[in-house]
């Protein structure tokens, strides 16, 4: 029993000492890019002709880039790469509501579904 709460006790200190020093557990791990933070989808709500795509470290021209209305149907639109990083999609003639845009680029580790108002 003496040995059960020992245990218990070194576990907890050994714990307790590594969640208050977590960097003399790095081992040289680079420093992992979390891209779907990166994504920026302006202006939302879209009144306008455009809304801009933007991904920082992302090269946009690789990506897979779809649009789909709310209950999944893909859009057919223009989309115009203005930089690397930039994409321009024009949403004039899409009815009022939610749209989702989908990335993907297994190459670049980008996956992700975005959502946007069209007013």
Not at 60 to 66: G, N, T, Y
């Amino acid at each position: 029993m003496k040995a059960l709460y020992f245990t218990l006790i070194l576990a907890f200190t050994i714990g307790s000492v590594s969640a208050q020093n977590p960097a003399n557990y790095d081992f040289g791990q680079p420093e992992r890019l979390d891209i779907g933070k990166s994504v920026q989808i302006y202006p939302n709500p879209a009144p306008d002709d455009f809304i801009h795509v933007r991904v920082e470290h992302v090269n946009l021209s690789e990506a897979k880039v779809s649009l789909h209305n709310i209950i999944g149907n893909e859009m057919r639109v223009e989309k115009d790469l203005l930089d690397e990083n930039t994409l321009r999609i024009k949403v004039k003639d899409l009815a009022t509501g939610y749209y989702l845009i989908s990335l993907n680029d297994d190459k670049q580790k980008l996956k992700g579904i975005y959502k946007f108002l069209k007013l």
